[in-house]
């Protein structure tokens, strides 16, 4: 969390987020999402609550039928789908990637990002088009 | 509530809204398509999932203070913090998507319209000032003036439909505008068209009478 906040707020999120963690672990869907990914929900949120960052409205939820059985062979594939993700993260041009970094985490919209780098935006936006396509590719 | 939607939100808007770096007016816009299209609910995921990903990476673990496990677990301990419950949704069939009716304080119904002229409807909603959100009424056949955009513009149709010189647009079609477009939806006949538009600069409308209009329109 080394989102532009100073040091001491970043910790005080963390601590957050983690007694979040702990409390709605009981909520916790593994058939849903990989437990790095619930974590970066609660962190995101969090952050936005902390910094005052423009309010984000959740969409509707979806109305499923009757709660199906945790399905233990969907959780088991998206696990082995997240470790894909990361290790294809990993594999990424460095450039490609620091981009991803920035946008999720240095909390600057595309065109802050082109003003912070003196990158031009067609080539911010170009690099993530490219790692995006790049994972697209490794996980396809 | 999925139907036919052959126009979707760009990775650029997914992302964005997967990291909360969006104005709130196009966060809500994208909650509301999200609403009504299961096929971007599922790439949200796909973007949630790489920043999962992200703060898995080893290199993105930086070190807590020393002291931080003793205080979170002795927050942990102290359990009178209370947790918020967040209310139940229910489907309905309503025209605005649950996101908007929060906005709105209800459906259609309970949406102030004022007139902008040529039977055009709008209502502002309340949002952070880096972008507007605005209802749009277009009457069936009516059409919207002549305008082209600064910044971006993004507009998601929640019923009937609209034309303009790229296309057609349905329930849950958004269209994404930027600079490049100069446009005129024209709503179909048959069903007034309501749409949710959000942009983060002022509309450069073609015509004089609407620019003069724009200030006290706050378009």
Redesign the interface.
């Known amino acids: ?2 989102s532009g906040a100073d040091a001491a707020l970043a ?1 005080e999120c ?2 957050d987020v ?2 979040t963690v ?3 672990a009981p909520q916790f869907d593994a058939t ?10 609660i ?3 969090r ?2 609550d902390m910094l005052r ?11 499923w039928g009757p709660e199906a059985e945790p399905d233990q062979l969907d959780s088991i594939v998206l696990q082995q ?2 470790a894909r ?2 290790a294809a ?2 594999e990424l041009p460095e450039k490609q990637r620091i981009m ?2 920035r ?3 240095g ?4 065109s802050e990002i082109a003003e912070q780098t003196g990158l031009p935006l067609g080539t911010i ?1 170009s690099r ?2 490219l790692a ?1 396509e790049r ?1 697209r590719h490794t996980l396809s | 509530m999925t139907t036919m939607i052959r126009h979707h939100l760009s ?2 808007l997914l ?10 007016a196009f ?2 816009v994208v ?2 398509h ?2 009504m299209c ?1 096929e971007c ?1 599922a790439r ?2 796909s973007f ?10 080893p290199e ?1 673990a ?1 070190a ?2 020393s002291g ?1 496990l003793a ?2 677990l002795a ?2 301990k102290s359990a009178d ?1 209370s ?1 918020a419950v967040a209310p139940e ?3 309905s069939k309503a025209v605005l ?3 908007l009716q ?2 709105v304080g209800g459906d259609v119904d309970k949406v102030v319209w004022r007139n902008v002229g040529g039977g055009v409807r709008q209502a502002v909603l309340p ?2 000032s ?1 972008a507007s959100a605005r209802l749009l009424f277009i009457p069936a056949g009516a059409a919207v003036p002549d305008h082209g955009h600064r910044g971006t513009e993004l507009t998601l149709v929640l019923q009937g439909a609209f034309s303009d010189e790229e296309d057609r647009f349905g329930p849950g079609d958004i269209e994404i505008a930027d600079e490049d477009l100069h446009h005129q939806p024209i709503a179909e006949a048959g069903v007034d068209c309501i749409c949710l538009a959000a942009t983060d600069a002022p509309l450069k409308f073609r015509g004089l009478l609407p620019r003069l209009a724009q200030p006290f329109l706050q378009i």
């Open positions: 969390m080394k910790e963390a601590q983690m007694v702990w409390r709605k849903r999402a990989s437990v790095a990914t619930w974590i970066f929900t962190a995101r949120n952050r936005i960052r423009d309010r984000r409205p959740e969409p509707e939820e979806l109305t789908e997240s993700l990361v993260m990993a991803i970094e946008a999720y985490f909390e600057l919209s595309h936006k993530i088009r995006l994972l | 990775d650029q992302m964005g809204y997967s990291a909360g770096t969006l104005p709130e966060n809500l909650a509301t999200i609403s299961d609910r949200l995921a949630d999932a790489l920043g999962g990903a992200l703060i898995e990476a993105m930086s807590m203070g931080a205080a979170t927050r942990i913090e947790t949704r229910k489907a998507p649950q996101p929060d906005y949002t952070s880096r």
